[in-house]
């Protein structure tokens, strides 16, 4: 057993409001540059829909991730290439996205409203590029397709869409049954990151001690095979300084024991952050195992941080007592292993992304039936007013199952009807018109009990800001120690560059 | 006494700066060694002109080099006509192979504002150094026939010569213009090397082939501990 630490996430999607909040503050304290300007290390989007960059999940558009070789057992490989094939691609990469299926940035000529001369029409302000400084047509944007951007145009095309049948397809764009939620994304800072992996340089490395996936500056080269090796395109290529940038997890806010700017920002409290271990000796196992297999196997890597053995090897491998302990109140440990509500974004990409997402329950199911609000159907499937029957859930759950659970429907139900039960028990306990055989039947078909649901509705909905944010202490002071006087640092100060990342000659 | 600056003191300037400065800059500006791909920017002129550029020109490189480290080898190989020949038409169409590469990256520069945008002047002077210097090359291909030849028993006895620091300058002082203006040409590229982006060159990614496919640095474990 090597046990090994990482910072893991959970997003609770049920609360996600998609006020964008969380983007605004990775971009402000990030992204606010020359070159970075497109990038949105965290973003938030409409689903059904295509995502940023545009349709992004199509990996045999984008070839991100690892895929099972043919005949070979089930070792994986990368989608992108293999290494000979990927020092041969080098001078062009076939499965670059380019700026153009993110979105060309932009600014307005503010100044023109102010200095134009006198005349009979208002000022405006043209688009202006911020690639090149001339005007440009506005063709797309960061959020060009959310709330479905007025039409289901866009949310037609999403890969995801591809796993239900004809009808429910149909059924999706019907007005009165239309429906979305929204799918904030960060880097999932993954146990088999595509990105590393794909790197030639070997510039993006996973931190040892938190497993906060980095890009060296220093070392990279622009080779840019890890904006397609990562299948959840989040690592971006800066084109003003020639390097590849990602999300780093705010780690300069983490080691001083602050939540990342978009889990402190998050408006929905959707957001919960927290250390798991895991066993890092069955990675490639739980990596390449059958796709229906995928979440069981990911869960399986993630042991119990009570459990004396796990202890035991923790400690062997380094890992302090004070992370140990993280571990054990990690409310991320709670949601994806305890209780296994949340599961990874796309587990077939086998990344083993370690930002999982508890899957949105979504409105209740009514129609407006000769003008009147009509839950009747609701009603007859014995779920009371209010509550979401998950036979007749507006979203299709093979849809879900596309996105958390690798086309497993068994996996995203068992989360589901969890959270029925929830739902039922909080009902029964709330406004008490629902029968205690109901409740009792629901807890049973949720697999869960009473004491477990009032533990799931406390970190719910009445956590903490500890609770929800159990930042491990990665005390970088005392890593440094050992290696730099940091006495020789003391004049240098503060993080970032010594000099500006200006573009080589 | 003008030969001997052209041909003994620019080269040994060339290569004393050429190291000085990358090997300084690489120490002191790390972050400014980049390919500066551009191909985020457009993607589809640029696989017409990188791919073959690229493959054109390092097999001409090499081919350029073979002969300077195993001398008697490369003119064994020569010795049979239809190895002399298939060597000459393979070189011609490879430098052809570059010049069009070369043309092609330089029309895309000019016609793409966005790449445009983030060429620089020390780009501009380094396209047109490349593009004429493998134009050169062609032509000299083209005219001067046998050149596979006739390089072995001149332009690299000279180089030879620099290398052991005893310059004989006779084995190309008598070549034609067009020739010496090629070996200048070739040098001054190596003058170019530390201040532009060609320093990409010396950081391509072999260790991609037998590094660990993972990559995880500990900041604190021993380096016997580190298991990626």
Known sequence: M????????????????????????????????????????????????????????????????????NGKGSDIRLKLHSRLGGLGNIFFNPYLPTVDDYYEPWTYDYDHLFSAPEGDDQPTARAISLITGKPMEIEAGPNWDDDYGGSPVYAENDPNLGALTEEEREQLTE????????????????????????????????????GIVLLSQEKCRAWRMCVS????????????????????????????????????????????????????????EAASAPAEQLVHEHRSLIQNPHHPLVIEAAKANGISEAMIQAAQHSPVYKFVKQWKLALPLHAEFRTLPMLFYVPPMLPVLAKIKDGVYDNADAASAQLGPLLSSLEQARMPIRYMASLFSAGNVDVVEDSYRKMIAVRIYMRAKMVGDVSEEEVQQALQAGGTTAEEVEAIVHLTARPTFEERFVV?????EVAIEQTLDPFTQKREGGFGF???PARGA | MFDIVLFVV????????????????YRQNRFSYSSLSSQFLENRTLFWGSVPWHYGVITLLTAHLLPLLFPSLWGDLLSDRIRLYVLEVTGLGLALMTVVGMTLLIVRRLRSP??????????WLLLITLLTQVAIGFWIALVYRWGSGWYLHTSVPWMISLLVFQPEIQY????????????????????????????????????????PIQVVIWNRRPPQKQRP
Request: with cysteine; net charge positive.
């Open chain 1, 175 to 210: 007005m009165e049954r239309v429906v979305f939620f929204y799918l904030p994304r960060i880097c999932n800072h993954c146990l088999n990151p595509g990105c590393v992996g794909a790197c030639p340089a070997g510039a993006v490395y996973k931190r040892g001690e938190d």
């Open chain 2, 10 to 25: 620019f080269p040994y300037v060339a290569v004393t700066v050429a190291i000085i400065s990358g090997i300084s800059r």
């Open chain 1, 229 to 284: 090796g990562c299948p959840y395109k989040k690592t971006y290529f800066n084109w003003s300084t020639g390097k590849s940038e990602k999300c780093i997890l705010c780690y300069p806010r983490l080691e001083s024991g602050q939540a990342p700017a978009c889990f402190h920002s998050c408006v929905g409290r959707i957001r919960y952050l927290g250390v798991l271990l895991y066993d890092a000796d069955r990675l490639k």
């Open chain 2, 114 to 123: 966005r790449v445009l945008a983030v060429t620089s002047t020390a780009d």
């Open chain 1, 498 to 500: 010594r000099r500006a």
């Open chain 1, 2 to 69: 090597d046990i090994r630490a990482q910072v893991s996430m959970v997003f609770h999607l049920d609360k996600c409001i998609g006020c964008h909040t969380c983007s605004i503050a990775c971009k402000n304290i990030w992204t606010d540059r020359k070159g970075a300007e497109y990038m949105w290390w965290n973003n938030v989007e409409t689903k059904p829909g295509t995502g940023y960059p545009t349709a992004w999940e199509d990996q045999d558009k984008y070839k991100g991730g690892w895929e099972q070789q």
């Open chain 2, 172 to 211: 190309v002082t008598a070549l034609p213009w067009l020739v010496q203006f090629h070996l200048l040409a070739g040098f001054f590229l190596v003058l170019l090397f530390p201040f532009t982006r060609l320093v990409h060159v010396f950081t391509y990614p072999f260790t991609y082939l037998w590094r």
């Open chain 1, 472 to 476: 491990p202490p990665l005390a970088r």
